[in-house]
């Protein structure tokens, strides 16, 4: 069974409930287990045996949040380990113009440093979910959409 783990840090519950969101669609998709995880309760042990990773955090500042890139920061231990897993990113910001796209970058970044291969989306929101403040219907969908397009992709790779 392929495994994918969503990892988030969440300050007032946005993030959280896009994390929710993307688990949703991810568990549509038929032979991939989904597990969640807050940041900090995740194992960096965790990573090399999940074939996607998705991660999540608030934006500050037009990054990803302290504890996200901790977690980050220590993955340097299974460099070339995650190479050819499915990675994809979400966000929650306080505004529009407020660092979202830089968010995601800097998530899909370090994925692409590690070689993961990057699910992106041709038709909106390009680099991953994003949403300003609490998140709304349509962007609860695009979280869903992100999570099942993640999922059939680390199906396919599987």
Do not use: W
Request: proline content about 2%; overall charge positive.
């Amino acid at each position: 069974m392929a495994k994918v783990l969503i990892v988030y840090d969440s300050k007032t519950g946005h993030t959280e409930k896009m994390a929710l969101a993307v688990a949703e669609g991810a568990r549509q998709v038929n032979g991939v287990e989904v597990e969640v995880k807050k940041v900090n309760q995740t194992n960096i042990e965790d990573l090399p045996n999940v074939d996607g990773i998705i991660l999540g955090s608030p934006t500050y500042y037009g990054q990803m949040s302290a504890k996200l890139k901790k977690l980050i920061d220590k993955s340097v231990k299974f460099h070339g380990k995650l190479e050819g897993k499915v990675g994809a990113a979400f966000t929650s910001s306080g505004g529009t113009a407020s660092g979202a796209e830089t968010t995601l970058l800097s998530m899909l970044q370090a994925l692409l440093v590690h070689g993961m291969i990057v699910q992106g989306r041709a038709s909106d929101k390009h680099y991953g979910a994003a949403a300003v403040g609490a998140p709304s219907k349509d962007d609860l969908k695009s979280c869903m959409d992100l999570g099942k397009k993640v999922a059939s992709l680390v199906l396919k790779l599987k």
